[in-house]
């Protein structure tokens, strides 16, 4: 992981179209039953990441959305469209049913092509040599998709970490702070010890 990569106990944003700020770690759903009804099946593939990888690629179509709306796995899976954090959501959940969370996050981030820098979302395999492997949603295994990828923050449903820029860049709110912005001005009291 990168160095500048800060955990938190869970990140906040408002992705969901209801004007409300929501945890990115609830949209991780590898327990979700149509998720584990495909997991269960690419598992017996002998490259489980890549048969996930190409499952998502192929079943459910790229599509572009007006705003930044990020669906749950039974959306995806229910619209067969969505575009890269809908498809990087979907995919996390598939592997998390093989890999283990220390292991496979959805990233956050930019990608640069061609000199055009675009946000987006992906998924990153820690290897067993600790190194980071990238694996796109939006494109099959097989298709080398080039650019460069920046990491800004990871997730998945039980870990979430971030950069400063991360935070600012993609509105990602600290679970942490807004308990203790929410305590200072009364709106919550939190029990002592708790």
Known sequence: MAPELKQYEDLLANV?????????RNLV???????????????????????????????ASYQEEVG??????????????GDCDDLAILLCSILRNGISADKVFCAIGTWEKRGEE???????IVNQNGRDRIVEA??????????TYRLSAIFNDE?????????KEFGLMPFEEVIATLEMTGAIKVPAGG
């Open 16 to 24: 969901r179209r209801d004007r409300q700020f929501h945890s990115i």
């Open 29 to 59: 759903q590898p327990d979700d039953p149509n998720v584990k009804e495909v997991a269960d099946v690419l598992i017996q593939a002998p490259d489980f990441i890549e048969a996930a990888q190409d499952f998502v690629a192929e079943f």
């Open 68 to 81: 930044d709306y990020w669906g749950f796995p039974f959306e995806t899976l229910a619209f067969k469209y």
């Open 118 to 124: 675009t946000g987006h979302m992906w998924v990153t």
């Open 138 to 147: 939006t494109a099959p295994s097989y298709k080398r998709t080039g650019g």
């Open 159 to 167: 870990y979430t970490w971030s950069t400063a820029r991360g935070l």
